[in-house]
């Protein structure tokens, strides 16, 4: 079930919303969006079926290259990380100005499911320098469904939650050719970035097509220090098209390519070279299958990624080496939906095959010397396949949402060479294993008093990931060990509850959320003093293990306030903190964050000013290479205007971010690299309609 | 369908042939196709050809092979064999370490090994002395043979007095080292005198294999050498994380701990005065 919030304009706005009737999905939408929105725009809340159950929360995109949406985002044409980092969920773990990794409940990659378009995809890069988000743009997206914990379970087997970023489609809607061209540009780091995108669609067709390409110098820190090794270049191409069969049978294809080149990584030693993906499905939706089922969604789809690290451009290296990475995935999935009286069901059964080899090959200083190299990916084949099930059932006084899922998940070690290579720690290690996880989650809203409630208890393991069981001295920098998988690694198994209140007043809208994980078997890298280093200047190896448990909470609050019918204030605060059995804080945990903004909107101008910023991070942990990151506080600046020109639209927008050129950094920025000093914006986006 | 009938009577004939050829006392599949002629010695109406796997006489340990062909070219079996390699160098003379020459499964096959200590040069020398009988009738050949150092240049075989004042020769066996924990097994000899080597038993050989380009990398769960009484020779593993150079740090201890010869390695002391070398 989602809830929908039919978003419709004023009349003289209309043209603008021509391409979206349906704007956003779910009752958690960023607060810019629908406070900029607001006044102009009656929200209906569309109920298909009971109560607002879903927890998601829907990063919007696609409306940027639609001149009325574009106020929902300060900053149109920013990379996609910058989109998620304005989530109020989600945080960025940052090596460089590129392909920053998201994280959510103070989880990474490994704990997350990140799909597009409910694909499975995994990055090919041992040391998480290409997470998934980086193969897309937003350019081809429509919004970004990030759904915490085991509600992300649809998805995959997860322990934090899912995110799922959704391509745009014009999806049969008549509205004929439409194009657009966007063009940016960034001071502080020269980033030159230009855009179209050329659309037909009709009531029995659509194709849509877009491009974007990305370049950028390296960035200047605030205070006037340039990073290094900060630089970037990137194109996405991307298509997709559908067919109605007849009346209701639709076919539908899609198929992105992404190519970043030349991208530095400041806080790491080596740059990218290249990260390239395919990625490309087919799909097949009808709206009634066997018997009582509904809305039958099928999938198949494959995507390819190459990886390659570079130190060519790095002056001053212990040993120059090459390591390039692959990952190719195949899956597939098909959903059904049946709707009785009180209960939505959905029924899923999914799969994916994923192949992972990284290797290395290190030139020794002295010519002669033969090139070392190992297999840090032993070319690891996961087999997984799932089964998944939801009921959403109407109890009159509230709405109960069960979920479970089922998956049964197989490695291959399909490289002698790797598997030997592991067998030097792992003697009796074997070539095959599987693995069964199990999620079950129930969640429960109603309304107590004014507020809506909704309660949640779930429970959901995860296997190890590719690095985690099989990695073969793969070095982090971040805490300058080499790390060593274990493929004998108990499931990481997760105890969730989650509570959340939203208080409707009549101008204030208050919202309360929390979380708590008690991770037991939480996998973590741990020193193992007898290994030797393989990095050159490492300080030592760590093996992954299970600790017995984690615990986690996340909390936070955030209140819109409507002032007067243009004028509105929003406010956020979270609070993270993780610490294992004997209490030790665990690693990238978000310190007390706070954000704060006010927007005005008249017409077709709109302005917003915002600060945000974080408290000194006081739990850290210095064995896995933290400190204390300073308090920081920054602030930004926006201005947009909307001009008709005849039957098209011209939109501009301007901004300065970190306006008093702050040097700071976060606790999610690899190594303390600082981030962005001050930094002038400019886009234009012209649509043809 | 006719194919498949060719192919199947291919396959049953290649298999009978091959089954035959241990049998076959007309030669016609050579035993040692595998390997190198290394030598071939005349003498005596007689031509004795040693081979081995590589290339070339070399330092550190060879497995040789000998046949004895007559007169009328028909390779003899049952003979019995002893060698005698001598090293003329400027100021003395002295042997090596070796091993009876005894039968192989094939008859008219010998084997041994010999474990040179050093290449010859323009001025010393190796040569080898073998004395044979056949039909009862003994015979002694002597011929200069060329002893070089390994193709890789890599340090298989090492000649160390110990603390015990005893000279030392300790030798790799032949090893393909793979990214894998390998079998690893060596022989060490006493120096008695100049002619005479024994095997030394019941000693221990610590092993921590290093790479020197990377830091002095170690690798985990190698396996000190111990003497197995059985194959007669010092057996341990060596595990090896990547391709490349490994230097092979060795301690010997005697069998009350003491060491003999040899560092451990520390930040400081990056290499053990007993070593090893491989590159792969």
């Known amino acids: 079930m989602k809830t929908e919030f039919d978003v419709r304009s004023y009349p003289k706005n209309r043209i603008c919303l021509k391409t979206k009737a349906l704007l956003l999905s779910t009752i958690f939408v960023i607060a810019f969006q629908l406070n900029v929105l607001a006044q102009e725009q009656a929200v209906i809340i569309v109920n298909d ?9 829907v990063i919007v995109i696609a409306n940027y290259k639609n001149a009325l949406e574009h106020r929902a985002q300060n900053k149109p044409l920013s990379t996609l990380d910058e989109y998620l980092e304005s989530s109020k969920k989600l945080n960025m773990i940052k090596r460089g100005a590129y392909a920053w990794e998201p994280v959510l409940n103070d989880m990474s990659s490994e704990r997350l499911t990140v799909s597009i378009d409910g694909m499975r995809i995994f990055g090919a890069c041992t040391d998480k320098m290409d997470p998934i988000t980086s193969y897309v743009d937003v350019s081809n997206l429509n919004d ?7 509600q992300g379970a649809e998805h995959g087997a997860t322990i934090g939650g899912s995110i799922d970023l959704r391509l745009e489609k014009s999806n049969f809607k008549p509205t004929g050719w439409v194009g657009s061209f966007e063009t940016g540009f960034e001071s502080n780091n020269a980033s030159r970035i230009i855009g179209g995108e050329l659309n037909y669609s009709n009531d029995n067709f659509y194709i849509d097509s877009d491009v974007i390409f990305r370049k950028a110098d390296n960035y200047v820190a605030g205070g006037g220090e340039e990073v290094n090794y900060s630089q970037f270049e990137k194109y996405n191409l991307s298509t997709n098209a559908g067919f109605k069969i007849d009346n209701d049978k639709k076919l539908l294809a899609s198929f992105i390519f992404d190519e970043a080149r030349d991208v530095g990584y400041p806080a790491l030693p080596m740059d990218v070279s290249l990260a390239r993906a395919f990625i490309g499905s087919v799909s097949y939706i009808q709206p009634k299958f066997i018997g009582a089922l509904s809305d039958w969604d099928s999938k198949v789809y494959a995507n390819s990624i190459t990886h390659i690290m570079d130190d060519s451009k790095r002056p001053d290296v212990p040993i120059r080496m090459d390591m390039p990475g692959w990952s190719d995935t195949y899956g597939y999935y098909s959903q059904a939906k049946l709707k009785l009286e009180k209960h939505a069901f959905l029924f899923k059964i999914d799969g994916f095959y994923n192949r992972s080899l990284a290797e290395m090959t290190m030139y020794p200083n002295d010519p002669n010397e033969n090139e070392m190299f190992m297999l840090t990916w032993p070319d690891v084949r996961t087999l997984n396949s799932g089964l998944y099930a939801e009921d959403i059932f109407d109890l009159n006084e509230g709405t109960l949402k069960i979920s479970s899922r089922i998956t049964v998940q197989g490695f291959t070690i399909a490289d002698e060479f790797g598997l030997n290579s592991l067998r030097i720690f792992y003697p009796t290690m074997p070539q095959r294993q599987t693995r069964f996880l199990k999620s079950f989650s129930s969640l429960y809203a109603t309304k107590m008093a004014k507020a809506d409630v909704k309660l949640g208890l779930s429970y959901g393991d995860r296997a190890p990931s590719v690095s985690e069981g099989f990695g073969f001295y793969l070095f982090n920098s971040f805490d300058n060990h080499d790390y060593i998988g274990d493929p004998n690694l108990e499931n990481e198994k997760s105890l969730e509850g989650n509570v959340s209140f939203l208080f409707p007043f009549k101008n204030f809208k208050l919202n309360l959320e929390g979380n708590y994980f008690h991770t037991m078997d939480y996998i973590i890298g741990e020193v193992s003093p007898d290994l030797s280093v393989m990095t050159i200047g490492a300080d030592g190896v760590k093996i992954y293990k299970n600790l017995e448990y984690a615990n986690l909470y996340n909390v936070s609050v955030d209140g819109t306030y409507q002032i007067t019918p243009g004028f509105s204030w929003n406010g956020f605060i979270s609070y993270h903190r993780g610490q294992d059995q004997d209490n030790i804080n665990l690693p990238f945990i978000s310190p007390f964050a706070y954000r704060s903004s006010v927007q005005y909107v008249k017409g077709s101008f709109s302005g917003n000013i915002a600060m945000n910023g974080a408290a000194e991070q006081v739990n850290f942990n210095p064995s896995y290479g933290e400190d204390r990151t300073k308090a920081y506080t920054i602030f930004s600046v926006s201005l947009g205007k909307t001009l008709s020109i005849s039957d098209n639209s011209l939109y501009l927008k301007t901004g300065v971010e970190n306006i008093f050129d702050t040097n700071y950094s976060t606790y999610a920025d690899w ?9 002038i914006f400019l886009t234009c986006s012209y649509t043809i309609n | 369908m006719k194919t498949i009938k060719t192919i199947i009577s291919i396959f049953l004939i290649s298999i009978s042939l091959t089954s035959c050829s241990d049998n076959d006392e007309n030669n016609e599949i050579d035993p040692l196709t595998e390997l190198n002629m290394l030598t071939s010695l005349q003498a005596n109406t007689h031509t004795l050809e040693l081979y081995s796997a590589q290339s070339q006489f070399t330092v550190g340990y060879n497995e040789l092979f000998i046949r004895i062909k007559d007169a009328s070219d028909m390779y003899i079996s049952d003979a019995t064999i002893s060698w005698n390699p001598v090293m003329h160098m400027t100021s003395m003379m002295h042997s090596c370490p070796k091993s009876e020459v005894s039968k ?8 041994g090994f ?3 200590q050093m290449p010859g040069n323009d001025t010393e020398y190796w040569d080898l002395t073998i004395n044979y009988t056949v ?11 060329e002893v070089k150092a390994p193709l890789d240049g890599m340090q298989r075989v090492s000649v160390f007095t110990g603390s015990d004042n005893a000279r030392y020769i300790l030798a790799m066996m032949p090893l393909e080292p793979k ?5 690893f097994s060596a022989l060490l000899y006493k120096m008695e005198s100049m002619m005479v080597f024994s095997p030394v038993i019941n000693q221990t050989i610590a092993l921590d294999p290093r790479m020197p380009s990377m830091g002095n990398h170690s690798s985990p769960n190698n396996v000190d050498l111990t003497y197995n009484t059985t194959e007669k020779m010092y057996e341990g593993k060596l595990a090896l994380t990547m391709t490349g150079y490994w230097k092979l740090n060795l301690k010997l201890l005697n069998e009350s701990g003491d060491v003999l010869k040899g560092e451990d390695i520390t930040e400081t002391n990056l290499s053990s005065s007993l070593y090893l070398e491989i590159e792969f």
């Open chain 1, 49 to 57: 079926t009971i109560l607002p159950v879903n927890l998601d929360e």
């Open chain 2, 179 to 183: 990214v894998a924990v390998n079998d």
């Open chain 2, 114 to 116: 010999i474990i040179f």
């Open chain 2, 104 to 111: 192989t499964d094939d008859a008219s096959v010998y084997s």
């Open chain 1, 671 to 679: 190594k303390n690299i600082p981030r962005m000093g001050r930094n």
């Open chain 2, 135 to 145: 039909n009862g009738e003994s015979y002694t050949v002597t011929e200069q043979i």
């Open chain 1, 144 to 150: 970004i469904h990030v759904a915490s914990g085991q």
